[in-house]
């Protein structure tokens, strides 16, 4: 299974923003999202996770506020700022360039 640790530097980051556009999650509903999508394959641990939350939010990508769960627990929800929608759009641009050019690499056929 990949780790976060294992992918391209910066992946985390588009895919958390990429969820947040859907909708505000709070950070485990967040984790199970990517989880769930992926069909399990990606998953982030929480050491992961809020570290990048926090660097998304200072960079102003994210804004959070806490407010109360589906469960009645208190919690800090995330959601996506305009700077952040802008940002996405580069990152999710520059991730197909990367992973075109990746597949062109691994589409090489012997001479």
């Not at 780790?3 to 199970?32: C, F, M, Y």
């Not at 990152?91 to 690499?105: C, K």
């Amino acid at each position: 299974m990949s780790k976060p640790s294992d992918l391209v530097q910066g992946t985390l980051n588009v895919l958390i923003l990429r969820i947040l556009e859907l909708e505000p999650l709070h950070g485990w509903a967040l984790a199970q999202r990517l989880k769930q999508v992926s069909n399990d394959v990606l998953q982030v641990s929480e050491g992961s996770l809020y570290p990048a939350l926090h660097r998304l939010e200072q960079e102003g990508w994210i804004t959070s506020e806490w407010r109360s769960t589906e469960n009645n627990r208190r919690a800090k929800f995330y959601s996506l700022t305009r700077p952040g929608q802008r940002q996405l759009a580069k990152e999710t641009a520059e991730w197909s360039r990367l992973s075109s050019a990746i597949s062109q690499v691994l589409g090489l056929r012997e001479a």
